[in-house]
């Protein structure tokens, strides 16, 4: 697997995540070309401009896939792969409130799995934090100081179990 195989894998899961960022894929083809992969379907993904949309980019993201020899992911392999790919996002210092917004959509959405529960916790204490409550009851110990380290912690260890 290429380089950034997180992102490569990411990839891999667009059609299943509704939050998928498309600007992402053709980012990820662009680095292939720099790193000297080369394919008439790579170039044609590396292309895309904004604004980008995903009926349009879609066949060419599953069309580099397979030269790559690689398929889409769909099911419970996918949403591990973009938890995955939000956790280490986290721990890169990438957009922390975004990556923690996703996980907590997704948090949602799959009704509160326990080892979801605390990226669920530290969002809303984050909002309550920002909103200048002093003390939090969603994430005891929590302020505005450590709330970026409480929450790559919780990435690491979510990781450590995945």
């Known amino acids: 697997m290429p380089l950034n195989t997180h992102i490569t894998s990411y990839i891999q899961t667009h059609k299943y995540d509704n939050y998928f960022n498309y ?16 394919t008439p379907n790579l ?10 949309e995903s009926r349009e ?4 993201i599953a069309a580099v896939l397979k030269d790559m ?3 889409l992911l ?10 995955r790919y ?12 975004n990556n923690l917004g996703r996980l907590h959509k997704l948090a949602m959405e799959k009704d509160l799995p326990p080892d979801l529960m605390p990226f669920y ?15 939090t009851g969603y994430y005891p ?9 409480l929450l790559k912690k919780e990435a690491f260890e979510w990781l450590d179990r995945n």
Do not use: C, K
């Open 86 to 97: 939000y956790s280490t996002e986290i721990i890169l210092n990438n957009s922390l409130r």
């Open 43 to 52: 170039l044609m993904l590396a292309s895309f401009g904004p604004p980008i």
């Open 121 to 135: 916790l530290l969002y809303y204490a984050w909002d309550d934090l920002d909103y200048g409550i002093d003390f």
């Open 74 to 83: 769909e099911g419970d392999e996918a949403l591990s792969v973009i938890l």
């Open 23 to 38: 600007d992402l894929a053709v980012d990820w083809a662009i680095m292939l070309l720099e790193n000297g992969l080369e």
């Open 141 to 149: 110990g929590a302020t505005l100081e450590n709330i970026e380290s």
């Open 57 to 60: 980019i879609s066949p060419y």
């Open 69 to 71: 020899g690689l398929q």
